[in-house]
């Protein structure tokens, strides 16, 4: 039996796609998703005729929480490389990143770590009030793998990159978007319509010319390869570590990876618990 289909399509029309992300109570990312991911962007540079695609979620309070920490790290690691020669998990990221198609994140509550890395590797990020979104990772002892440092740096600058990276803390939709981590806020009862409309103009154009400019900025911004590689290096030398995981299982205990528990509120949380004697 196959694995759950975790994106599903809505074929707008042939130049436009809604893609709806679905895995779990809170959109945990894992190696079905990192499978399935790498199946549709084939079919996304493939496809003669798409234009734009918008990326979604309808589970209530997550749009992509982060990385599931019950995930088969073996399997993970067995991975074969992806057409780019990285492994899989940031080879999609890459190549979502390089489309000839213009790609909109439409978010809604949180998107974190994994969920973060997912968003920035798209072209446009339009956010709802109730977004949130960060890069947790160094509050668990790891290096995030999926290329935060090489993107957020020419989002928003060293600084706040490093703001945004080193205190592992949530950013709410306003600082995201006031930071350049998100394109704008657009209240939540407006943001599906607001981004619908955008993605049926860009479809209405001649690909030629979306998919020409885009290449041409992406030249011009686009980090190397060998920073996504250096940055998946990290993470697999980091993450996992047996001094952590005494704080992993804690976080779990809270609530982790369940939408009414340490979830809601995991940037702060994880701060607090490390700063507690009992922490690790």
């Known amino acids: 039996m196959g694995a759950t289909e975790q994106f599903h399509i809505n074929e707008v029309s042939p130049a436009y796609w809604r893609v709806t992300f679905d895995n779990g109570p809170v959109n945990l990312l894992d190696p079905d998703t990192v499978e399935q991911l790498g199946a549709l962007i084939g079919r996304m540079e493939n496809d003669p005729d798409l234009t734009v695609v918008v990326f979604r979620s309808d589970k209530p309070g997550y749009f992509m929480a ?92 060293r600084g706040r990159a490093l703001e945004i990276l080193l205190g592992g803390d949530d950013i709410p939709a306003d600082l995201a978007a006031e930071y350049g981590y998100v394109n704008r806020v657009v209240p939540d009862t407006d943001l599906e319509a607001f981004t619908d409309a955008l993605a049926r103009r860009i479809a209405a154009f001649d690909k030629v010319a979306v998919s020409g400019i885009k290449k041409l900025v992406d030249a011009a911004t686009l980090p190397g390869d060998e920073e996504f590689a250096a940055g998946l290096a990290a993470y697999f030398a980091t993450a996992g570590r047996p001094q952590h995981r005494p704080f992993v299982q804690l976080l779990l205990d809270k609530g982790l990876q369940q939408p009414d528990g340490i979830e809601v509120n995991l940037g702060a949380a994880i701060g607090e618990l490390q700063q507690t004697p009992s922490a690790g």
């Open 66 to 157: 982060h990385w599931d920490f019950l995930a088969d790290t073996a399997r993970v690691a067995g991975m074969r490389p992806g057409p780019t020669g990285l492994h899989p998990y940031v080879d999609n990221f890459v190549r979502l990143s390089r489309l000839p198609v213009a790609t909109i994140s439409e978010i809604r509550g949180r998107t974190r770590g994994a969920g973060s890395e997912f968003v920035l590797a798209t072209d446009i990020r339009f956010a709802s009030e109730k977004a949130v979104l960060g890069q947790f990772e160094v509050g668990v002892g790891a290096v995030p793998g999926g290329g935060p440092m090489a993107r957020l740096g020419r989002l928003v600058g």
